[in-house]
């Protein structure tokens, strides 16, 4: 577990004294003084390590063992791909409304917006235009459906920009839902029906994230997460571990629920089936694993978790071996 009083004191620090020149988002220190051009600070703007994200749109696809036929590949990666211009648009529109605050952050204040880098005029004329793009991509690849999906995105990723952030558990369901709708967006682009259990895994494993962002938010950011983040002042400690626990025992309960259900339907391929049961055991592991980064302090970017966790990589590429044996052979 994390000792809340040894995390915040360097934390408080940072937002006293603007730390001691950590890179952009990360903690990598860069060079005293140093300023990136308006195209290196638009690229860092849109956040291209989060869009591992939206690798969430082939969830469905690949667990309906419809990704080897073309066409539903192609649709579900040009989902993907407008997923990619959705999520880099409304970056652009939140950081450029949350700039003053993030100046007060002891690592989003190298944000480019938050760092005067990169001109809250151009973020928000840029976002406009992938956001629009996103919507139109949406329509041409899956229809109204798939464009209403995306819709639906933008509607509550800005208004938890605009406004949502500030209502605590509200601004958690709005997260939980960003992780969720990408989910769903892979059914829709792919023409595959969503399971119940899909839904329940996809629902409350978006909401273990959320929770873990919040949690590692509160302890590093101490007695001053207020100033901040005000939604950070309504939480408790005991509260967010007790949700994030929950969904992330929920989701690993209907995962189990999802392939035993799915192993019944391979009767003439009882191996396949085992397999899929056995792939229970690392999904289970991974959750642990997570929950235990995020005890770290290591929840506040769930996609370096991702990135950086060798143990994780290695446990979740052997629950994904047995997925794709268990369906696709």
Known sequence: MVD???VREPAVELLRTGGPGAGP??????????RRSTASALLVAVRPRQWVKNLL???????AAVLTHPVALARTT???????????????????????????????RLRPIAARELSRGLALGIGT???????????AIGGLALAAVIGAYLAITLSYSFALKHVPVVELLCISAGFLLRAVAGGVAAHVPLSP??????????????????????????????????????????????????????TVGAYAAWAVARA??????????????????????????????????????????????????????LCCVLVVIGLYT
Request: glycine share 8%; with cysteine; hydrophobic share 50%.
């Open 264 to 317: 019944a339907m391979t009767d003439d391929r009882v191996q396949d089936g085992l397999l899929l049961v056995l792939s229970v055991v690392p999904f289970a592991v991974a959750a642990v694993l997570v929950d235990r980064a995020i005890e770290r302090g290591h929840g506040g970017a769930p996609e370096e978790i991702v990135l950086k966790d060798h143990v994780l990589q290695v446990v979740g590429f």
């Open 129 to 139: 235009v992938l956001l629009v793009c996103a919507l139109a991509g949406g329509a």
């Open 25 to 34: 988002d990360t903690g990598v220190p860069e060079p005293a003084g140093a």
């Open 57 to 63: 749109v082939f969830a469905a696809p690949a667990a």
């Open 78 to 108: 040009g989902a993907a791909v407008a997923f990619c211009a959705a999520s880099a648009g409304t970056y652009l529109i939140n950081d450029s409304i949350d700039a003053e605050a993030d100046r007060l952050h002891p690592t989003k």
């Open 4 to 6: 809340a009083e040894r």
């Open 197 to 250: 259990w899909f839904l329940v895994v996809a629902t409350f494993g978006s909401l273990f994230v959320a929770a873990g962002k919040r949690s590692t938010e509160f302890a590093q950011l101490g007695d001053d997460r207020g100033e901040h983040r005000a939604a950070l002042s309504w939480y408790r400690e005991r509260s967010l571990r007790w949700a994030r626990r929950l969904s992330a025992t929920v």
